[in-house]
Protein backbone atom coordinates (compact mmCIF):
# COMPACT_ATOMS: atom_id res chain seq x y z
CA UNK A 1 0.00 0.00 0.00
CA UNK A 2 1.06 3.51 -0.78
CA UNK A 3 0.02 6.64 0.68
CA UNK A 4 0.89 10.05 -1.32
CA UNK A 5 0.70 13.93 0.02
CA UNK A 6 0.52 16.73 -2.17
CA UNK A 7 1.96 20.15 -0.89
CA UNK A 8 3.53 23.06 -2.91
CA UNK A 9 0.30 24.48 -4.39
CA UNK A 10 -0.73 28.34 -4.22
CA UNK A 11 -1.26 31.52 -6.20
CA UNK A 12 0.70 32.50 -8.91
CA UNK A 13 0.77 35.30 -11.66
CA UNK A 14 1.07 34.25 -15.38
CA UNK A 15 4.64 33.31 -16.42
CA UNK A 16 5.34 32.45 -13.09
CA UNK A 17 6.71 29.02 -11.74
CA UNK A 18 5.55 26.49 -8.73
CA UNK A 19 7.43 23.15 -7.61
CA UNK A 20 4.48 20.92 -6.42
CA UNK A 21 5.83 17.82 -3.90
CA UNK A 22 4.34 14.37 -3.76
CA UNK A 23 5.43 12.94 -0.74
CA UNK A 24 4.72 8.83 -0.36
CA UNK A 25 5.31 6.39 2.39
CA UNK A 26 4.91 2.46 1.94
CA UNK A 27 7.56 -0.32 0.57
CA UNK A 28 6.34 -0.39 -2.96
CA UNK A 29 7.21 3.20 -4.04
CA UNK A 30 10.01 2.23 -5.37
CA UNK A 31 8.49 0.04 -7.75
CA UNK A 32 5.58 2.04 -8.92
CA UNK A 33 4.87 4.83 -11.58
CA UNK A 34 4.17 7.71 -10.76
CA UNK A 35 2.05 10.29 -12.62
CA UNK A 36 0.26 14.06 -11.77
CA UNK A 37 -3.48 14.97 -13.10
CA UNK A 38 -5.23 18.05 -13.12
CA UNK A 39 -8.81 18.66 -12.33
CA UNK A 40 -10.43 22.18 -12.87
CA UNK A 41 -14.05 23.26 -11.75
CA UNK A 42 -16.79 21.43 -14.10
CA UNK A 43 -13.98 19.75 -16.48
CA UNK A 44 -12.89 15.59 -16.20
CA UNK A 45 -9.55 14.80 -14.42
CA UNK A 46 -6.60 15.42 -16.90
CA UNK A 47 -3.66 13.38 -17.53
CA UNK A 48 -0.19 15.78 -16.79
CA UNK A 49 2.80 13.67 -16.41
CA UNK A 50 4.08 10.73 -15.60
CA UNK A 51 7.49 8.87 -15.15
CA UNK A 52 8.51 5.02 -14.64
CA UNK A 53 9.39 3.74 -11.34
CA UNK A 54 13.04 3.63 -12.82
CA UNK A 55 12.78 7.77 -13.74
CA UNK A 56 14.04 6.43 -17.29
CA UNK A 57 10.73 7.42 -19.19
CA UNK A 58 8.42 10.62 -18.95
CA UNK A 59 5.09 11.34 -21.07
CA UNK A 60 4.01 14.51 -21.02
CA UNK A 61 0.15 15.93 -22.08
CA UNK A 62 1.05 18.38 -25.11
CA UNK A 63 -0.09 21.16 -23.44
CA UNK A 64 2.38 20.95 -20.63
CA UNK A 65 5.45 19.85 -22.86
CA UNK A 66 8.46 22.25 -22.29
CA UNK A 67 7.13 23.89 -19.41
CA UNK A 68 6.82 21.31 -16.61
CA UNK A 69 9.25 18.51 -15.24
CA UNK A 70 8.20 15.66 -13.23
CA UNK A 71 11.28 13.92 -11.93
CA UNK A 72 11.80 11.68 -8.74
CA UNK A 73 13.89 11.11 -5.69
CA UNK A 74 13.77 7.78 -4.70
CA UNK A 75 16.30 8.54 -1.37
CA UNK A 76 13.69 10.65 -0.56
CA UNK A 77 10.07 8.72 -1.77
CA UNK A 78 9.04 11.76 -2.85
CA UNK A 79 7.46 12.98 -6.80
CA UNK A 80 8.08 16.65 -7.82
CA UNK A 81 6.14 18.39 -10.72
CA UNK A 82 8.26 21.30 -12.06
CA UNK A 83 5.95 24.01 -13.52
CA UNK A 84 7.07 27.19 -15.14
CA UNK A 85 5.62 29.99 -17.69
CA UNK A 86 2.21 29.54 -15.91
CA UNK A 87 -0.95 30.03 -18.29
CA UNK A 88 -4.39 30.97 -16.20
CA UNK A 89 -5.23 27.78 -18.32
CA UNK A 90 -3.29 25.49 -15.88
CA UNK A 91 -5.66 26.63 -12.58
CA UNK A 92 -6.76 23.27 -11.23
CA UNK A 93 -6.57 21.10 -8.50
CA UNK A 94 -3.20 18.57 -8.94
CA UNK A 95 -2.74 15.02 -7.69
CA UNK A 96 -0.55 13.08 -7.87
CA UNK A 97 -0.98 9.31 -8.55
CA UNK A 98 0.76 5.85 -8.55
CA UNK A 99 0.19 3.07 -10.60
CA UNK A 100 1.58 -0.90 -10.49
CA UNK A 101 2.34 -1.22 -13.79
CA UNK A 102 5.88 0.55 -12.72
CA UNK A 103 7.71 0.60 -16.19
CA UNK A 104 4.56 1.61 -18.25
CA UNK A 105 3.81 5.54 -19.05
CA UNK A 106 0.19 5.44 -18.53
CA UNK A 107 -2.35 8.18 -19.15
CA UNK A 108 -5.38 6.69 -18.27
CA UNK A 109 -6.68 7.22 -14.39
CA UNK A 110 -7.92 4.01 -14.45
CA UNK A 111 -4.54 2.61 -14.62
CA UNK A 112 -3.62 4.11 -11.29
CA UNK A 113 -4.56 2.48 -7.50
CA UNK A 114 -3.02 5.14 -5.57
CA UNK A 115 -4.33 8.69 -5.11
CA UNK A 116 -3.28 11.68 -3.03
CA UNK A 117 -6.11 14.76 -1.84
CA UNK A 118 -4.85 16.70 -4.00
CA UNK A 119 -3.45 20.60 -4.12
CA UNK A 120 -5.03 23.46 -5.79
CA UNK A 121 -3.18 25.69 -8.47
CA UNK A 122 -4.42 28.85 -9.11
CA UNK A 123 -2.37 31.12 -12.21
CA UNK A 124 -3.43 34.91 -12.52
CA UNK A 125 -3.83 36.65 -15.82
Known amino acids: QVQLVESGGGLVQAGGSLRLSCAAS????????MGWFRQAPGQEREFVAVLTWSGTNTYYTDSVKGRFTISRDSAKNTVYLQMNSLKPEDTAVYYC??????????????????WGQGTQVTVSA
Open 26 to 33: GRAFREIA
Open 97 to 114: AGSPMGSISSPRPQDYAY
